[in-house]
């Protein structure tokens, strides 16, 4: 069967040129991963801008919004549960994951077509030689010349170690098509899941933050129902005290938690469909498709933005064909 595997792929080894079909227009090539840092600074700046400038223009003082207590009640309240309700290896991912927002919203272009034209090599490579020529490779992926010349691929571990020890299936020959396909499926779903853990995180908190804030609130009605006796300008300043709790709350959730929430959610959902395309090009593979139409087969997985053109692949494919034989 390798045999006959063999000699199909050698009479298709990249996508077939489409017959009557001709692009009118070029899409427009989208930036590497999506830089977030600029969409993330420019969001804090409305968020914050709008909020406080609408405040001012309505002749308020940006000195009573500074109530030291009611930022300590909220961002420790909120934070101490976030601790209790997280595990300490879901805490420590939050901090990265928020950290890596302000590098890339996930996969893009560049990312998609690194990793079909990885597949691509190793597929070929499975047809030409056989599939026990895949072992060295994913024994041992960081001294391969193959996946360790593909940097983004070789950076995302989880991706490593889906490709790698699936493949190791592949050469051991202990799974048909279906249930190697069914395993990569239920791989994919604890991946997808460990991806949200973070942004469920997120949820939570800002879930959380506007209760916090009546908290807040209230104890400080407290203090001043105390105080009533003291006149009406300082029982009037503290309850203006108190009702920042409340504004922070519901502040700090809506304008910050929430939407990084979001951000992360969006960006485990594009490496979702990252994962996804190379479990398309395996599947397909295993079946007997030849690389090149595997990997057509995983790029029409990609979402259309990060999705490389069929032209691109076509030539990044036949550059390959031509690095080979010199």
Same mark, same amino acid.
């Given at each position: ?27 427009? @090539? ?14 804090? %700046? ?16 940006? @000195? !009573? ?7 300590? @009640? ?11 309700? /997280? ?6 991912? $939050? $901090?990265? &994951?928020?950290?890596?927002? !302000? ?28 599939? !026990? ?5 994913? /024994? &041992? ?11 983004s691929f070789i950076k995302d571990r989880h991706a490593v170690h889906f490709l790698c020890d699936t493949l190791k299936l592949f050469v051991a020959g202990v799974l048909d098509a279906h249930n190697l396909d ?6 994919l779903e604890v991946l997808h899941h460990e991806e949200l853990e973070t942004a469920n995180a997120m949820t939570k908190l800002a879930d959380s933050l506007p209760a916090i804030g009546i908290v807040a609130a209230?104890?400080? %009605? ?8 003291e006149g009406a300008a300082v029982v009037g300043q503290k309850i203006a005290g108190a009702l920042v709790g409340t504004f922070l709350g519901v502040f700090m959730s809506y304008g910050f938690a929430s939407p ?7 960006? +485990? ?8 395309? %190379?479990?398309?090009?395996? +599947?397909?593979?295993? /079946?007997?498709? /030849? ?5 057509? $087969?995983?790029?029409?997985? %990609?979402?259309? $933005? ?21």
């Open positions: 069967m390798d045999g006959a595997r063999g000699r199909e792929g050698s009479r298709v080894s990249a996508p077939p040129r489409e017959r009557g079909l001709k692009r009118t227009q070029e899409r427009p @090539i989208s930036l590497p991963g999506e830089k977030c840092l600029l969409k993330l600074i420019l969001g804090l %700046i409305v968020v914050i801008g709008c909020v406080l400038g609408g405040y001012v223009l309505h002749h308020g003082e940006l @000195i !009573l919004l500074f109530v030291p207590t009611e930022y300590l @009640i909220i961002v420790g309240c909120g934070g101490g549960a976030m601790i209790i309700q /997280n595990p300490a290896r879901v805490l420590v991912q $939050v $901090v990265k &994951d928020l950290f890596g927002l !302000l590098g890339s919203g996930g996969p893009g272009k560049a990312e998609h077509l690194e990793v079909l034209k990885l597949n691509y090599e190793l597929m070929q490579l499975a047809r030409k030689d056989g599939v !026990l020529s895949l072992e060295e490779h994913v /024994n &041992d992926p960081d001294k391969s010349v193959i996946i360790s010349k593909y940097s069914e395993l990569m499926e239920r791989d209230v104890l400080g %009605i407290i203090l001043t129902m105390a105080s009533v006796d990084l929430a979001g951000s992360l959610e969006s960006k +485990a959902a594009a490496k979702s469909r990252y994962y996804q395309c %190379i479990r398309q090009i395996i +599947a397909a593979s295993v /079946n007997g498709v /030849n690389p090149g139409m595997a990997v057509e $087969v995983g790029r029409r997985t %990609i979402y259309s $933005v990060d999705r490389p053109t069929f032209e691109e692949l076509e030539e990044s494919l036949r550059e390959i064909k031509s690095g080979a034989k010199g």
